[in-house]
């Protein structure tokens, strides 16, 4: 079953607090939380900083920037307030990813200036894990978390990271602190949520590798479709996508967008790329629609949306796109989005849509 990531929030949290909880009694102050600057007690108060943040981002559907707050420990309170503060601040952003419609997007600037409470989610499990760990190795006590959890993280703001053996060393490794056979040691790293193109009546929201792998067998990625949705083709874009992530070739924002129409926030197709541009630039589009969302100008939309960002892209000079010979309504949309018959087989027919200047 889909989730919102309400739970591995509390579920994060709650290893967490049961670690530090144990050891309250040692010296945070003077001792150093692993790799980090910090020490074990400003490491714990900066997870229930993040955890706060990112639920004050949710709730406050704060659109341009951070919301202008800080927490501090009243003077006095020992590690075990700190740990109190630590479960408190899980909590809220629990109920602030759980409370948050599906559509809400919040300020985050890592990599495209939004994120949705799934991202915030994530970024919270991947901040209690990643410092829990910090602190943990500071102190020298033993910690490894859930699976399931650094699972989640991966498959939602790390889509960039090819999966590993087992998900703890992969993120331990794709955040700096810990080697991975065969991979170079990772001195820079940054999460990424997932980007949205916006268009007048429909959004085109990129599909994280969990949404990917649920789409791609029965599921609904996280989206609620119309009647009949989605279709195979959604699917099979769906499964080719976590295909490229298994092999550590997805870059996510040459993947698959599903359309979410904005006057119900229900999902009505998918659009995307099949894989990053060559060296020519050139890069190729493929689309979908259930069939009830049809005849209504919404794949046009999408293409023109999509082609516009694509080819504001330095990297990008010409849109692709081929298509069967007795598909009439998509050759249709593709020329309405301004794509140009290029080439021809007995099977399909090409199109292209350049960059301006480009002959």
């Known amino acids: 079953m889909w989730t919102t990531g309400a739970e591995q929030v509390e579920q994060a949290v709650a290893e967490c607090v049961g670690l530090l909880g144990a050891v309250t009694g040692r010296d945070w102050e003077g001792v150093r939380a692993g790799r980090l600057e910090w020490d074990c007690r400003e490491t714990a108060v900066h997870i ?20 202008p707050f800080e927490i501090s420990l009243d003077e006095g309170t ?80 790390f889509p960039h990271v090819q999966p590993g053996p087992t998900p703890w060393p992969t993120l331990l490794w794709a955040t700096g602190r810990g080697e991975l056979p065969g ?31 649920d789409l791609s067998t029965v599921g609904d990625g996280g989206f609620e479709w119309i009647e009949g ?14 295909k490229q992530y298994e092999d550590g070739v997805h870059r996510p924002e040459w993947g698959m967008y599903v359309l979410v129409r904005r006057e119900d926030e229900r999902a009505i197709g998918a659009m995307g790329f099949h894989g990053v541009p060559d060296e020519a630039g050139r890069v190729e589009v493929g689309y979908d629609l259930v069939d009830g969302a049809r005849g ?31 598909n009439l309504p998509s050759q249709n949309v593709l020329a309405r989005a301004g794509f140009t018959r290029v080439a021809e087989d007995p099977e399909q027919l090409a199109y292209e849509l350049r960059e301006p200047g480009e002959g």
Do not use: K
Request: hydrophobic share 45%.
């Open 48 to 67: 229930a900083s993040d955890l706060i943040a990112y639920a004050g981002q949710l709730a406050g559907r704060e659109p341009e920037g951070y919301t």
């Open 78 to 157: 020992d590690n075990a307030g700190a740990v109190q503060v630590i479960r408190t601040t899980g909590a809220l952003l629990a109920a602030a990813v759980r409370t948050t419609p599906r559509d809400v997007r919040a300020f985050h600037p890592y990599p495209f200036r939004s994120a949705n409470r799934e991202g915030f989610a994530a970024m919270g499990v991947a901040e209690v894990l990643l410092h829990t760990h910090d602190i943990a190795e500071g102190l020298g006590v033993s910690y490894e978390p859930a699976p399931e959890l650094c699972d989640f993280v991966l498959t939602r703001i």
């Open 183 to 213: 991979r170079a040691p990772v001195t820079q790293w940054r999460w990424n949520n997932n980007l949205v193109i916006d268009a007048e009546r429909i959004t085109l929201q990129g599909v994280t590798p969990a949404a990917a792998t």
């Open 229 to 242: 949705g989605p279709i195979e083709g959604t699917r099979v874009g769906a499964g080719l996508v976590y």
């Open 296 to 326: 209504h100008g919404y794949a046009t939309e999408a293409l023109r949306a999509l082609s516009s960002w694509a080819l504001g892209r330095p990297e990008v000079r010409t849109l692709v796109a081929n298509v069967e010979r007795d």
